[in-house]
C-alpha cells in the first residue's frame, strides 16, 4: 500500500491502462487471501508461515488493496467494478467463512470508515476540530444497547419499586418543558444571529438549557414508571425486530445529542472548540460510567441482540456459513450498505449548497458570513449529520460486539477517528475511508501481531509490548502527515487544484486567507516547501 | 450536623484544595504561557508535566540509598525536572510547531495532539524497559510525616493551622513552599527583566516585536524553556503529592489545569494562578461531596462520589467557555479581518 500518488491534474500523459494489472492483482491476492485462511492449506507444509500472524495482516492488507486501486488505477469500467464488488461481496465474505475473525476485521474497518466520513464533515468540510466526537458513537451503541439488552427490565423494576411522586402529570409536565425550552432555544440562537448576545440573552440561553435538561429527566422517568409493569415481559430487552426503528431512532438520537452540544458551544472557535468538545465527550464517558442503573457502570451491559431476520439466515446457511457466524455475515452487509449510502450522502452533500457553504467557514469564517453564509445553523447541521453517521455505527457496534462499557468510547477512540481522517486527507472521501482501514488493520492486526512476534523475546519486557504502541502509532501519524504532507495521503482533488493554482502563480494574497483549515492552500502553508530560513514578521499573532 | 464538625472539616477541604491548587497553577502557568506567545494550546505540556514527574521519580529512586539530606535530593530532582522538561518543550516546539508558524491554527493544534501521544508511549517504553509501569515514589521518610505533629517543633502559622485543626504533611507545605518560589522568580522575571520584556512584546505583537530588534524566535524558545521548566517542578510536585503516576496519567490534571488557565483568563499569569487555585478548591468539594452529605444528612449529596471530581472541571471549562470565555482575568479581543 505504498505506491499511493494523487492524480495529477496536468500531466503531459494520461495513466496507462492497468485492467490486466487489476485483475491480476485480484486474482493473485485473492487466492493468497482465501488459500491462507483454508484449512487444509493450514495444514500443509506452508501453515507456519500462513499462521504467522504478521503474513496474516499482510495479506488481508494486500487484498485490501485490490479495492483501493479499483478506485485509483485507470482501468476498463467493468473490471473495476468486477474487483471492487468481487472483493467485498464475493472473496471477503468466503475467506471470513473459514475464519470469522475476518469478518469481525471487516465490520470493524466499515465502522471506523463511516466514523472517519463523518468526522471528516465536521473537520475536513467545516473545518471544526471535535476532539469529542467519540460521544456520539456511545450515543447510538447506548441507544440500542439499554433497550435490546436486560438492561431495560432492570431499570424498569427499579422504576416500579421507586416510583416517588411520579405520575401522568409528570409526564405532561416534563413534555411540556421539554418543547418549550427547546424551542425557546431554537428562537434565542435564531436571534443571535441577527442581533448581538448580550448578557441577558447568555443567561437566558443557561436557564433554558436547564430546562431543557429538566424535562428530559421529568419525561424519561415518567415513562419508567409509567411502563414498570412490563418488566417481566422484556427480560431480555425489546423484540430484535426493533432493530430497524432503532436504526433510525439512533441517528435521529445521536444528531438530537449533537445539537445540544453544539448550541452551546459553536461560537467558539478552533482550539477553544476543540478542547471544550474533548471536555464535553469525557463528561458523556464520566457519565456512561456513573449512571449505573442506566448503563451498568464500568461492568458494561451486555448481552445486546442483534437483528433477526430470517430469511437472511437461511441464506448464509444456503452459502455453507455457520450457525454462529449468521448475524456477522448479517452485519457484515448491512455495514456495507450503510457505509455505501454514507458516502453517497457524502458526495452529493459536498456538491450541495450546504456543501459549499461549509467549505466556505472552514475556509474563512468572517467571508462566509459577509457572502449570507448562516454560521451557527451550517455549523449545526455539519455537526449533526457527523454526528448522525457515528450513531447509526454506534449502534451496530453494540449489536457485533455484544457488549458496550464506557471504556469503548473514551477520547483515545475520538483521536484515533481523527488521524484516520488526517491520514487519508481531510476532505477527501476515499482519503478517509483508506485512512480508517490503514489504522485499523495497523491496530487490529498489524500491532498485535508484532505483539504477538515479540511475546518471546526475552529482552523486551511485558510493559514495552509492541501490540499496545497505538498512540505511537496515532501521534506519529498526526505529526508526520500535518508537517510532511497536511493534504493526506489521497486529497481532495479541489485542494490538489487550489495547490496547483498557487505553485503556478505568485500569490500575495495568501496571507489574508488564513483559513480554520486549509491545510495546504498555498507555499506559505505547505511546511515542506517552507522557506528554510524562519520569516517572523509573516504570521500575525492572531 | 453542628458547626464545630463541620468548620474544621471545611478549612481542610479549602486547605487540601488550595494545595492542589498550586500544583494546577503551576501547570496552568505552562499552557498560558505558550497561550500567550502563540495562541497555541500546547497539548503535549500534559506529557511535558509528566517527564518531570518521571525524572523526579528517577531521582528520588536512585537517591534512595544514598543517606543524604531529603531536601538535597529534593532539589537535585526539581533540578533535573526543569533542565529535562524545559528542554523537552524547546525541542518539541523546534521539530513540531516552528515549521508550522505560518499554517492554519489548527494545523499545529493536530500535531499538539500527535506528540503529546507519541511522548506517552515514548515515557511508557522507557520504564517499560525496566520492568515499570505504574512509578511509586520513594520520598524520603521525613517528607510524609505530619506537619507540626508535636506543639513543640513548631512556631507561628503552623501553630496556627495546628490550633484550627488544619490536618498537613510535610510534603504539603514543601509543596506550597516551592510553587510560591517559583511563582515569584516567575513574576520577577517576567516583569522585571530585559527578558521578560523582550517575551512579554513578543506575546503581544510579533511583528512589531521583531522590528524592534527582538529575536522573536529566540523569545519563543525561552517561553517554552520556562514553561517546560514550570512543568518539570509541578510534575515532581504532582508526583510527591499523588504518590503514584504512570506515563499516561498526565492527560486528566493537563485538562484540568487547562481547565485552570481558561477560567484565570488564558495569557495571563496571574489568572492562571487564581483559575488553579479555584479548581483545586473546587475539585476538593466535590470529591468530598460524599463525606459532607453524610455530615449534613443530604441523601443526594452522599451518591456524588469521587469520580465526578473530574467532571467537575469539565462542566466548569464548559461553562466558562459559554458564558466567559476571556476568563476572570482576561482581556476580551475581537477577531480582526
Not at chain 1, 59 to 65: D, E, I, N, P
Not at chain 1, 310 to 316: E, H, I, R, V
Request: with cysteine; net charge positive; hydrophobic share 55%.
Amino acid at each position: 500500500m505504498t505506491a499511493i500518488n494523487p492524480t495529477q491534474p496536468n500531466r503531459a500523459k494520461p495513466a496507462p491502462d492497468r485492467t490486466i494489472l487489476l485483475i491480476l492483482f485480484f486474482v493473485v491476492t485473492s487466492a493468497l487471501l482465501l488459500s491462507s485462511h483454508n484449512q487444509a492449506v493450514l495444514n500443509g507444509s506452508l501453515g507456519g508461515l500462513l499462521r504467522n500472524p504478521i503474513f496474516e495482516a499482510l495479506v488481508v492488507s494486500l487484498f485490501l488493496a485490490n479495492v483501493l486501486f479499483a478506485y485509483l488505477w485507470r482501468a476498463a469500467p467493468w473490471a473495476r467494478a468486477l474487483v471492487g464488488i468481487g472483493s467485498l461481496l464475493l472473496v471477503l465474505p468466503m475467506a471470513g467463512r473459514e475464519d470469522t475473525s475476518l469478518l469481525d476485521l471487516s465490520i470493524q474497518i466499515m465502522i471506523f470508515s463511516a466514523l472517519a466520513l463523518g468526522l471528516n464533515i465536521v473537520v475536513g468540510l467545516a473545518g471544526l476540530l471535535d476532539l469529542g466526537y467519540v460521544a456520539f458513537f456511545a450515543v447510538g451503541a447506548y441507544t440500542w444497547g439499554i433497550f435490546a439488552s436486560p438492561r431495560l427490565s432492570s431499570i424498569l423494576k427499579y422504576y416500579g419499586e421507586n416510583p416517588g411522586a411520579t405520575n401522568a402529570a409528570t409526564l405532561a409536565i416534563g413534555l411540556f418543558l421539554l418543547v418549550v425550552t427547546a424551542a425557546s432555544m431554537i428562537y434565542m440562537r435564531r436571534m443571535s444571529d441577527k442581533t448581538a448576545p448580550t448578557r441577558l440573552s447568555s443567561w437566558a440561553f443557561g436557564l433554558a438549557s436547564f430546562g431543557l435538561l429538566a424535562g428530559i429527566i421529568l419525561t424519561v422517568r415518567a415513562i419508567a414508571v409509567l411502563g414498570a409493569s412490563n418488566a417481566a415481559g422484556l427480560a431480555t430487552g425489546i423484540d430484535s425486530n426493533f432493530f430497524w426503528l432503532f436504526l433510525a431512532l439512533s441517528i435521529m438520537a445521536a444528531a438530537i445529542v449533537g445539537v445540544l452540544i453544539g448550541l452551546p458551544v459553536l461560537k467558539l472557535k478552533g482550539d477553544y472548540l476543540a478542547i471544550i468538545t474533548l471536555g464535553l465527550g469525557e463528561v458523556i464517558r464520566v457519565l456512561a460510567n456513573n449512571l449505573d442503573l442506566y448503563t451498568a457502570g464500568s461492568q458494561g451491559i451486555t448481552p445486546i441482540k442483534s437483528a433477526a431476520v430470517p430469511w437472511f439466515n437461511s441464506l448464509a446457511g444456503f452459502l455453507g456459513f455457520s450457525e454462529d457466524q449468521y448475524y456477522l455475515l448479517f452485519l457484515y452487509v448491512l455495514v456495507l450498505v450503510v457505509v455505501g449510502v454514507i458516502l453517497l450522502v457524502n458526495v452529493r452533500l459536498d456538491r450541495s449548497r450546504i456543501g459549499r457553504a461549509w467549505i466556505a467557514i472552514r475556509d474563512d469564517e468572517v467571508a462566509a458570513q459577509a457572502m449570507g453564509v448562516p454560521l451557527v445553523q451550517t455549523k449545526l447541521i455539519a455537526f449533526a449529520t457527523g454526528a448522525s453517521f457515528a450513531g447509526v455505527m454506534g449502534m451496530i457496534f453494540a449489536a457485533k460486539q455484544t457488549f458496550i462499557s464506557p471504556e469503548s468510547f473514551n477520547l483515545f477512540q475520538s483521536i484515533g477517528v481523527l488521524s484516520m481522517v488526517i491520514l487519508g486527507g481531510m476532505g477527501s472521501f476515499p482519503g478517509v475511508i483508506l485512512g480508517a482501514t490503514v489504522v485499523t488493520l495497523l491496530n487490529l492486526r498489524i500491532l498485535p501481531g508484532l505483539g504477538e512476534a515479540t511475546a518471546n523475546i526475552p529482552w523486551i519486557p511485558q510493559q514495552v509490548n509492541p501490540g499496545q504502541l497505538q498512540r505511537l502509532v496515532f501521534g506519529v501519524i498526526l505529526v508526520t502527515i500535518m508537517l510532511l504532507r497536511p493534504e493526506g495521503l489521497l486529497p481532495n482533488k479541489r485542494r490538489v487544484l487550489e495547490l496547483h493554482h498557487d505553485e503556478n502563480q505568485e500569490d500575495d494574497s495568501a496571507e489574508g486567507n488564513a483559513g480554520a483549515l486549509g491545510t495546504g492552500t498555498g507555499d506559505v502553508y505547505s511546511p515542506g516547501k517552507a522557506p528554510t530560513k524562519e520569516n517572523d514578521r509573516s504570521g500575525g499573532a492572531k | 450536623m453542628d458547626l464545630a464538625t463541620l468548620l474544621p472539616f471545611l478549612v481542610n477541604v479549602i486547605v487540601g484544595g488550595l494545595v492542589l491548587g498550586f500544583v494546577y497553577a503551576i501547570i496552568a502557568l505552562g499552557y498560558t504561557m505558550v497561550y500567550g506567545v502563540l495562541q497555541l494550546i500546547n497539548f503535549a505540556h500534559s506529557e511535558v508535566f509528566v517527564t518531570g514527574a518521571v525524572v523526579g521519580f528517577e531521582v528520588f529512586r536512585i537517591l534512595a540509598p544514598n543517606p543524604m539530606n531529603g531536601y538535597l535530593k529534593l532539589l537535585i530532582a526539581l533540578v533535573s525536572a526543569m533542565l529535562i522538561s524545559g528542554g523537552l518543550n524547546v525541542l518539541i516546539e523546534r521539530l513540531a510547531y516552528r515549521p508550522l508558524r505560518n499554517a492554519p491554527k489548527l494545523v499545529p493544534l493536530i500535531t499538539a495532539i500527535g506528540v503529546s501521544l507519541i511522548l506517552q508511549d515514548v515515557l511508557r517504553v522507557i520504564e517499560g524497559f525496566q520492568g515499570r509501569f505504574d512509578l511509586t515514589y520513594t520520598l524520603p521518610d521525613a517528607f510524609g510525616v505530619k506537619f507540626c505533629a508535636a506543639e513543640s517543633s513548631c512556631v507561628g502559622v503552623g501553630n496556627f493551622l495546628r490550633t484550627i485543626g488544619v490536618d498537613l504533611q510535610v510534603k504539603d507545605v514543601i509543596l506550597i513552599v516551592v510553587a510560591l518560589l517559583s511563582l515569584t522568580v516567575l513574576n520577577y522575571v517576567v516583569n522585571r527583566t530585559r527578558l521578560g520584556k523582550a517575551i512579554r512584546a513578543v506575546a503581544q505583537d510579533r511583528v512589531t516585536a521583531g522590528l524592534m530588534g527582538i529575536d522573536s524566535n529566540l523569545m519563543i524558545s525561552a517561553t517554552f524553556l520556562i514553561g517546560g521548566a514550570l512543568g518539570g517542578i509541578s510534575g515532581v510536585l504532582y508526583g510527591m503529592k499523588v504518590g503514584t503516576l504512570n506515563a499516561y496519567s498526565g492527560f486528566e490534571p493537563g485538562l484540568v489545569a487547562f481547565t485552570a488557565a481558561v477560567l484565570g483568563g488564558i495569557g495571563s499569569i496571574p489568572g492562571a494562578v487564581l483559575g488553579g487555585l479555584l479548581i483545586g478548591v473546587i475539585q476538593k468539594l466535590v470529591s468530598v461531596m460524599s463525606v459532607l452529605g453524610d455530615l449534613v444528612g443530604s441523601k443526594n449529596l452522599a451518591t456524588i462520589d469521587d469520580s465526578y471530581s473530574k467532571m467537575g472541571a469539565f462542566v466548569v471549562l464548559v461553562l466558562i467557555l459559554i458564558f466567559k470565555p476571556t476568563g476572570l482575568l482576561g482581556k476580551s479581543n475581537t477577531e480582526k479581518v
